[in-house]
């Protein structure tokens, strides 16, 4: 490390301690920096300095796209996770609604009597449940339906949910 002489003779890190070292002239010519490694000119400071065009490495952005990847990324999720949901939702209607119709349908086959459509009646509960009834067969006396349920908008083109109940005596 070299040691420059400060003007007043006093070398920088003995100022204020009353030391008055022995320096070294420096060889180098008046009014120019010092030099860097390898005695190459030192660099202009960076104010100084043009602004350069930035090289491009073709990874321009990429931190960008990497970014929004990972942040919708959760997004994505949350939405199959809803949809999922609102699949197994339909498929739960369809099955109550199937087991209700069923099941009123067995017990008017069971009570009988004049004017008595026990089909119309398990229709009749698979629309209050939010579904339609597909099929509906009386056997003696246990009835079989079958209940089909819309899922919501978005998921009607992955079809319907359908649920078959059978029900009847002890």
């Not at 120019?32 to 300095?49: H, W, Y």
């Not at 069923?102 to 009646?121: E, H, I, K, R, T």
Request: hydrophobic share 40%; charged share 15%; net charge positive.
């Amino acid at each position: 490390m070299e040691q420059v002489a400060d003007p007043r003779g006093i070398h920088r890190s003995c100022r204020g301690r009353g030391v008055t070292p022995v320096s070294r002239p420096v060889n180098r010519p008046p009014n120019r920096p010092l030099a860097g490694p390898l005695n190459k000119p030192a660099e202009p400071a960076a104010s100084d300095r043009s602004p350069q065009p930035h090289a491009r490495t073709g990874e321009e952005g990429s931190g960008t796209v990497w970014v929004a990847v990972w942040s919708l990324l959760p997004v994505c999720l949350a939405m199959v996770m809803l949809a999922y949901g609102a699949a197994v939702a339909t498929r739960h209607r369809a099955a109550a609604a199937a087991d209700s119709a069923a099941l009123s349908a067995a017990y008017q086959a069971s009570v009988g009597g004049q004017g008595n459509n026990p089909c119309a009646v398990a229709r009749q509960v698979a629309a209050e449940h939010g579904a339609s009834l597909t099929a509906c067969s009386l056997n003696a006396e246990f009835a079989d339906v079958v209940a089909e349920s819309r899922p919501p908008l978005l998921l009607r083109p992955f079809g319907t949910a359908r649920v078959a109940a059978r029900a009847g005596p002890r």
